[in-house]
Nanobody, 123 residues
């Protein structure tokens, strides 16, 4: 059974950096695409970034592409989302999701989700 747990969120100042971690347990992570999503109150959850089994990554918004990076360490069953130059509009609950697939992570429908980790960007 797939278990997904995010951690690393918190209260940070604008302009700082943060690394979110996603632990995917109970499976061989090398077989899984992993995506990061975020949601703010009153808004739909939106895709942020994802990484495929091949290691290829996608960032879904222009504002994210220059500041976010995603990586995976299959030996540790971990996926990381590095966020630089944080902005107040990055404030959200960040979710990690995993799906066993050979498809591009951008085409994947994710069925295994974590509970989310809150990121608040404020001075």
């Amino acid at each position: 059974q797939v278990q997904v747990v995010e951690f690393g969120g918190g209260l940070v100042q604008p302009g700082s950096s943060l690394r979110l971690s996603c632990k995917v347990s109970g499976v061989t992570l090398a077989d899984y695409a992993v995506g990061w999503f975020r949601q703010t109150p009153g808004k739909e959850r939106e895709r942020v970034s994802c990484i495929s089994v091949s290691g290829g990554s996608i960032h879904f918004e222009d504002s994210v592409q220059r500041r976010f990076s995603i990586s995976r360490d299959n030996s540790k069953n971990m996926v990381y989302l590095e966020i630089n130059s944080l902005k107040p509009e990055d404030t959200a609950v960040y979710y990690c999701a995993a799906e066993r697939t050979d498809l591009s992570c951008g085409l994947t429908e994710y069925r295994s989700w974590g509970q989310g980790t809150q990121v608040t960007v404020s001075s």
